[in-house]
């Protein structure tokens, strides 16, 4: 028997945007939160159960006040402190999107937490407590839920000029899946339908980079997640990452952040 399909209007069809990655989360109680530069080539999702803790981007200073959440796009510098004998539950998530051409940074983005969000945040917050492996999957979509919700929230203004196309995403999806190897463009232009010259221009509008720089972002993106904690070597993170060694490493990582990798894992205690 034929299928058919009829309907009386169509109203537009969109591709979905990029999805958020997620590079690391997790729940800590801050006594000491200080730091002059805490910029990154990723996004920052916060919140935290009580006042007590500051961000400063340039000459603003934003207090993280229970009961909202935070967004602090990639390339931002700000620095952090807190007051003295406090103590304050801090939940973080660190995240990438893929497709980001955002530009430096230069603000934070401070929503009130509607009952969906404190919900969210009170489940995982007790799964990262209990830390049963088992639930790591749904942990993994509440975290990605949270930030969705959060995103979503976004002035429609600030994606001016960004656009999702399917090309581009199967793109994104090979370069990530070989983020320890060499750039094949002749691969990477198949990927996206292209010849050679026409996906070099492609990749640059998208972007705002050449695909190699772009794969060094996502190399820095890879390091500063794994820095994030102690279970690696810097040795190690070189080789997991795709550098020849920890000097080289070490350069492009100095020139994407303005530190070095054991710098910027010093700063990195606390989200």
Known sequence: ???????????????????????????????????????????????????????????????????????????????????????????????????DRTPAGGRIFDFPAGPEDRRLVREIGAQMRAGRGESEFTLGFQVLALVNRTLARVPVAYWAGRSSDDRMARVMRRLKAGVGEGVDNTLLAREA???????????????GDTPHRYLMRLRVERACALLGSDKLAVDEIAMATGFCDRFHFTRVFKRHLGVGPAEYRRRQTGG
Not at 21 to 42: I, K, M, N, T, Y
């Open 1 to 99: 028997m034929a299928t058919v399909l009829k309907f009386s209007r169509y109203y537009r069809h969109w591709t979905s945007p990029p999805a958020p990655e997620v590079l690391s989360s997790g729940l800590v109680v801050l006594e000491r939160w200080e730091h002059d530069d805490l910029s990154a080539p990723f996004w920052r999702w916060y919140t935290n159960d009580r006042a007590g803790a500051f961000v400063r981007v340039d000459k603003t200073t934003t207090e993280l006040l229970p009961g909202r959440v935070y967004l602090i796009p990639p390339r931002t510098a700000f620095a952090t402190w807190m007051e003295e004998g406090v103590k304050v539950g801090h939940m973080h998530v660190h995240f990438s999107l893929g497709l």
């Open 193 to 207: 339908g292209l010849g050679r010259n026409a996906f070099g221009r492609f990749f640059r509008a998208a972007t």
